[in-house]
């Protein structure tokens, strides 16, 4: 579809939601309903004008447009209550499905090494001493071994919290690194994705190859739906970043890596949301030594579940536009 194809089929709904924008400017009653699905409409038409490459004027039009309706639509004083509804609900689920070329790249650069590395390391224990020191191999095999001071044992609700607290840390630490290392033409995220899929890869199959797999597998079944897949989210982002870089089209590399990071940064809210709930389950429920293996094991999978469906089918629109649906396939 060329650009003049595509501004003829949908500029009658542009101008409708120009017009509800206007008789909500200026009067307290209006539409909302109507407004917020143009407001979608219309949100799909700058992402597909924008991956296109349309011309300038075409995606200010409706950058302009979805702006002016996002400030009507959450200008409500409701302490922002609604927008994050909405960024849960709509917009994070909406923005991954909408980067899922990047998230399928990016799950590959994480899980492959992920599960070479953890064959090898399960195949000859001794492959973990390449990429850690033997006292951090202590470290874990201490930590997941069955003995009184392992993993697992009772601790304080202080403790508790102040893992809770280590672990929003280190997880959004990882978060952050996967992100902003795209920068570096993709090439910085891609290195972060893969090394983080080589070490987990490494220990998970060194713990299991050493006889530690009930312990370990127990304790993160369960908040490694969350980290993982945020892990995975957060190099994708990175890529989009990376390629806007690389791959500008018809705007400057920075306007290009400006409106890169303008969808990007919804996954990356997504992401700091899943490693908070990551880092909240590790600290309270992985490590709970009077909860059974078995419970955590059937949690872990409905937690695993829960997120995919959460990813892959939240926020979907009840009925979709039969026309719209055609423009995006061709």
């Not at 840390?169 to 972060?192: P, T």
């Not at 536009?321 to 055609?326: I, L, N, R």
Request: aromatic share 12%.
């Amino acid at each position: 579809m060329t650009p003049l194809d595509f501004e003829a089929a949908y500029a009658p709904l542009w101008a409708e939601l120009e017009a509800v924008i206007r008789v909500a400017e200026t009067k307290r009653k209006f539409d909302g309903a109507r407004l917020a699905t143009l407001y979608r409409r219309v949100c799909e038409h700058l992402a597909l004008a924008q991956a296109r490459a349309y011309p300038i004027h075409l995606t200010q039009r409706l950058e302009s447009l979805t702006q002016s309706a996002h400030r009507l639509i959450y200008r409500r004083h409701d302490y922002g209550l609604a927008r994050f509804a909405r960024l849960a609900l709509v917009d994070f689920p909406e923005a991954v499905r909408a980067h899922r070329a990047y998230l399928l790249v990016s799950a590959l650069m994480f899980v492959l090494p992920l599960l070479v590395a953890g064959w090898a390391a399960w195949r000859d224990p001794g492959f973990i001493l390449h990429l850690l020191d033997a006292n951090s191999v202590q470290e874990f095999d201490s930590m997941y071994s069955d003995s009184a001071e392992s993993l697992g044992r009772t601790r304080s609700a202080g403790d508790d919290w102040q893992m809770f607290g280590f672990y929003i840390m280190n997880n959004i630490g990882i978060g952050f690194r996967c992100f902003a290392a795209g920068i570096f033409a993709g090439v910085g995220s891609a290195v972060v994705v893969v090394f983080n899929g080589v070490q987990i890869g490494a220990v998970g199959g060194y713990l299991i190859g050493s006889g530690h797999a009930r312990n370990f597998l127990s304790f993160v079944v369960t908040h490694s739906a969350f980290e993982l897949t945020a892990i995975v989210l957060a190099g994708a982002a990175g890529l989009r970043l990376g390629y806007s870089w690389v791959a500008p089209g018809r705007h400057t590399r920075l306007e290009a890596l400006r409106l890169a990071a303008r969808h990007a940064v919804v996954i990356v809210y997504g992401v700091i949301g899943l490693l908070l709930v990551a880092a909240a389950v590790e600290a309270f429920w992985s490590s709970a030594r009077w909860i059974a293996p078995a419970v955590k094991y059937g949690v872990g999978g409905a937690c695993w579940v829960l997120v995919l469906a959460y990813l892959g089918w939240q926020g979907r629109p009840r009925s979709v536009d039969a026309k719209a649906g055609d423009d995006h396939a061709g």
